[in-house]
Every structure is written in C-alpha cells, then in structure tokens.
C-alpha cells in the first residue's frame, strides 16, 4: 500500500509578520522562515511547500517580475513550493473596508488585484501548482452590527467584484473564518455572506484555530453552538458542535489550516484579538488535531472531499524566541502528517 502523498504539506511564512512590529516583536525575515521551515524533517517527510503573504518585508504587493521570480527561485532552491497567497487588504496595508465608502473599496479590489497577478505568474513559473487568494472584510464587529444587512450586502459586492477580476486570473478567493472580521464573525453570518456574493470562485479559508470560538459564539453570542455550561473535557459534545459547524461550512471549504487553540482568544502588536492558536503539541489544546481535522477533511458520510491539494499549518503570534526553535516547526510538521495518515491520499 502505498504511503499518502497528499495533500501537500505547508508552513505558513506569515507568523514571521503577523503581530509583530514596532509594539511587539520585530518581524521574522522570509529567508529564515523558508530555512526553518525547509529544516524541518520527521522520520525522513518533509515540508512540501510554503503558503505567502504579499505584505513587507515578506513581499511586496507591488512586487516586480524579478521579484517574484526571486521569491520562486527562493521555495525551488529549498524543494518547497508555493501555495495560497495571502492579499493585504487592510486599510493599513493599501487596502480599504469591503463595506465602506466607494474608495476603501475600491483599494480593497485593487489589492486583491494585485494579488491575482502575483499568483498567476507564480504558476507561470511552475511553483505554485495549487491554492487560493485568502481575503477578509477588513472591518471589525462592531462596526458591522451597527446595519447588518445593509454591510453585509456592501461586503458581498465587493467580494463579486474582487471574484470577477480573480477569475480572470483563474483564481478563487477564499474568505477567511475569523472572529475578528465583520460579517464573518460567526457561523451563520460566514454562510450568510457567502451565499450573498454567489460566484462559483468563493470559498471558505478554515483554520482549526478560529473556527473553534465560533462554537463558543465569541463576538456572535447568538450564534453559539456549544451549552452556556460546556465543560472541555466533555468530548462527546465538543464533536457533536464541529459536526454542526462543518456540516454548514465545510461545502463552501477550499483551503484549510491545520492549527490548535486552547478554547481562548489573543492579540499581539496591531492584529485584534482572535482565536488563539497554540504550538502543536500544547497540553492546552482542546482539539485532537487529526481526528478533528477530519471534521473538514471528509464528507458525512466519511469520503474524503479532495476539494483542495494542500493543507497548511497555521500558528501566528508566537513568541520569536518559540519559531526559532528547530523543534517548533517538527512538532508541526509531525501533527500535519498525522493528518495526512488519517485523511490523505496517494496520487502516482
């Protein structure tokens, strides 16, 4: 029998900048995240690739031919490839609220623009033979709740927007499940807003990480699905609330984040607090990576729904003193083939 060799295993290089800055820790350089993560080797498999983010100092979304031909050049001389791509719609970052005025938007779309260009020349290149552009709404809860029909609407038209120029570039945009982000903050409403953007290139980005407080409502107290009285170590229960979760958002899930949380939220520098993601192997954890991965990674009736040809690890806003350990990233890599024993595949 042979040995599944898919989905490809990825790193993330973005918690080498996520969090980090002038009121945190100083970034991590691209270089030393593609070394740690080229580095990592557990019983003879390695990482298979990266997934990027277009923000300096990792890369500029105004990148140049040559400079993406140097980030190629980059992954190939390590054996990695590249994969999703991670557009900087921010306000901070070029980008603007998809709900808010006629500019924010429109700077949101030309990020995402600017994104797609990235990602097809990397194709062109031939290292990155798979993944999406990840996307958010660029605004807080808050100022969603005040009108959320009228700013969920706002969000999905510039999402047709941002999904028509993608798919130019025979891209699809993956809308990220992070309680942190209006109109996505919740389960219901992630459904809700990517119903409303109807394009056949939207999708949903899961992460094991965030998409556990959505069963404990943080930030959408009416859409919890957990008891006000659940106790962690009440497993039956916890799996009955990600089979509810995933049975709605797992057909919309076409890239996905292999992660661990211990059922908190957390902040660090700039980035809001969200869902906090824990090192692999953290006593903490409340999830049983490969078995709760499978949650996202197999239909109900228990066939796998191959709907993406990599998974990727995601743990932002470690300490720097924590991702410069060798044995961080073998943690992670171990985790990440648990899941591929248990939910992969082989193709010849």
């Known amino acids: 029998m042979q040995q599944n060799n898919y989905p490809k295993l990825h790193n993330a290089s973005w918690p080498g900048v996520v969090g980090k800055g002038p009121d945190s820790e100083p970034p991590i350089d691209i270089d030393t995240m593609i070394e740690l993560t080229a580095n990592a080797e557990v019983d003879g498999t390695k990482f298979d690739g990266f997934d990027l983010f277009l923000f300096d100092p990792h890369m500029d979304i105004d990148a140049s031919d040559d400079d993406i031909k140097r980030m190629a050049d980059k992954a190939t001389s390590k054996n990695l490839e590249i994969g999703s791509l991670v557009a900087p719609v921010w306000t901070p970052t070029g980008g603007g609220s998809a709900m808010g005025t006629a500019e924010e938007r429109k700077q949101f779309v030309t990020q995402v623009h600017k994104s797609c260009k990235i ?39 510039t999402f047709r927007e941002a999904c028509d120029i993608a798919a130019d570039y025979g891209e699809s945009l993956a809308a990220e499940g992070e309680i942190c982000w209006g109109g996505m903050h919740g389960w219901k409403s992630m459904v809700n807003t990517l119903e409303a953007v109807d394009r056949p290139n939207i999708g949903f980005q899961a992460d094991m990480a965030h998409t556990l407080l959505y069963l404990l409502g943080y930030n959408k107290p009416d859409e919890r699905i957990l008891p006000e009285d659940f106790q ?70 228990g066939s796998l729904t191959k709907r993406f040809k990599h998974i990727c690890w995601d743990g932002c806003m470690f300490p720097n003193e924590v991702m410069m350990q060798p044995k961080t990233w073998n943690d992670v890599l171990g985790a990440m083939i648990k899941v591929r024993e248990l939910h992969g595949w082989y193709e010849g």
Request: charged content about 25%.
């Open 119 to 157: 990602g097809q020349k990397l194709r062109e290149i031939g290292v990155r033979p798979n993944g999406i552009i990840r996307i958010d709404s660029s605004i807080d809860p808050e100022s969603w709740a005040q009108d959320p029909v009228g700013n969920t609407k706002l969000i999905a038209q």
């Open 232 to 301: 962690w170590n009440d497993r039956a229960t916890l799996t009955e609330g990600l089979k509810t979760l995933t049975a709605a958002l797992r057909p919309w899930t076409i890239d996905f984040h292999v992660a661990q949380n211990d059922g908190t939220v957390f902040g660090a520098g700039s980035h809001d607090k969200t869902g906090r993601h824990c090192q692999a192997a953290d006593p903490n954890g409340k999830l049983d990576i490969p078995v709760d991965a499978g949650h996202w990674l197999r239909n109900e009736d």
